[in-house]
């Protein structure tokens, strides 16, 4: 009986800290990633990582709110990109626009819906995007792993097409005026801060 008890506490307890891990933050009002994400051509070339060539189309670099996070383990692109992460600036870094937004992803997509339209429905497509992360090392992918919906981080990395000796491909979209299949951003991502 006292082994069953202790199971069960020990569960609760990995529950618990599973929670706090992963809790959303919660910031103030008022805009927290005023920027838009920046891209620049690169001059990197092609590279062999983890039986897969990328091919740098873009520099990028984005400083924004997390809306939401994702973890994928099952489906091809998993083996290159673990996380997706729902990012949002300007407006859509804003607390108080937030709160009037219901933000979810599933099968590596971004959703969001609305009741009333806080900002215009263009300011949310364009200043949010969800973006499959492709991280460079071990670290970045634990980093990548602990992000929480309300913190701020700032990626440093490529726009990149991934591809496969099959003919399989996955490409970055290169707008942030895009939407639907095709409009997420693919990013190898050489630096990851948390704030």
């Given at each position: ?6 199971a069960?506490?020990?569960?609760v307890?990995?529950?618990l800290?599973?929670h706090?891990?992963?809790r ?9 990633a005023?920027q838009?994400?920046?891209?620049t051509d690169s001059?990197a070339?092609?590279?062999?990582f983890?039986?897969?060539?990328l ?5 990028f670099?984005?400083?924004a ?7 994928y383990?099952?489906?091809?692109e998993?083996?290159l ?12 870094s804003d607390s108080a626009?937030l709160?009037?937004i ?5 099968g590596?997509?971004y959703f969001?819906r ?9 300011e ?9 992360m492709?991280?460079?090392?071990d ?9 929480r919906?309300g ?9 990149v097409e991934?591809?496969?000796?099959d003919?399989w491909r996955?490409r970055s979209?290169?707008s942030?005026?895009?939407t ?8 190898y991502?050489r630096?990851?801060q948390?704030?």
């Amino acid at each position: 009986m006292k082994w069953k008890t202790i199971a069960f506490a020990a569960l609760v307890g990995f529950g618990l800290w599973q929670h706090l891990q992963h809790r959303p933050v919660q910031p103030g009002p008022g805009v927290v990633a005023s920027q838009v994400p920046s891209q620049t051509d690169s001059d990197a070339r092609a590279f062999a990582f983890k039986g897969y060539t990328l091919e740098p189309l873009q520099d990028f670099r984005i400083e924004a709110r997390v809306l939401a996070t994702e973890t994928y383990r099952t489906d091809r692109e998993a083996q290159l990109s673990p996380v997706d992460l729902a990012l949002g600036w300007g407006r859509m870094s804003d607390s108080a626009v937030l709160d009037k937004i219901t933000i979810s992803q599933s099968g590596r997509f971004y959703f969001w819906r609305v009741d009333e339209f806080p900002i215009p429905r263009q300011e949310i497509e364009q200043s949010s995007a969800n973006m499959h992360m492709i991280p460079s090392s071990d670290v970045i992918e634990r980093r990548l792993k602990g992000v929480r919906p309300g913190q701020t981080v700032r990626i440093d990395g490529w726009l990149v097409e991934a591809r496969a000796s099959d003919g399989w491909r996955w490409r970055s979209s290169l707008s942030r005026n895009d939407t639907g299949a095709g409009a997420c951003e693919v990013i190898y991502v050489r630096d990851l801060q948390v704030f």
